[in-house]
């Protein structure tokens, strides 16, 4: 059974950071390129960034240089540190893995930037 769990997220100021965290499991985590999105209020989900299991990383271009993904193939576990943060940075965000053609998604964290 795959599962994502998110921890982190929070309140942040203008300017902030905040980290995020996903622990995977019921997949073998190493091979699997892990995703997070973003959803905010009335907007479509959109792809925050990913990273291949080879560590190759992409980001959408609204937080290229704000946002870093990395994650741990030991600890199973993918992270999205996010620096600058700005309002329109307020989201919900899921952690994601596509497996054996599925999209499996974490419970979702608040991020929520505002002065």
């Known amino acids: 059974q795959v599962r994502l769990v998110e921890s982190g997220g929070g309140l942040a100021q203008p300017g902030g950071s905040l980290r995020l965290s996903c622990r995977a499991s019921?997949?073998?985590?190493?091979?699997?390129?892990m995703n997070w999105y973003r959803q905010s209020t009335g907007e479509q989900r959109e792809l925050v960034a990913s990273?291949?299991?080879?560590?190759?990383?992409n980001y959408a271009d609204s937080v290229k240089g704000r946002f870093t993904i990395s994650r741990d193939n030991v600890q199973w576990t993918v992270s999205l540190q996010m620096n600058n943060l700005k309002p329109e940075d307020t989201a919900a965000y899921y952690c994601?893995?596509?497996?054996?053609?599925?999209?499996?998604w974490g419970q979702g964290t608040l991020v929520t930037v505002s002065s």
């Open positions: 994601n893995v596509r497996y054996r053609g599925l999209p499996y």
């Open positions: 019921g997949i073998n985590f190493r091979l699997y390129t």
């Open positions: 990273i291949e299991g080879n560590g190759s990383t």
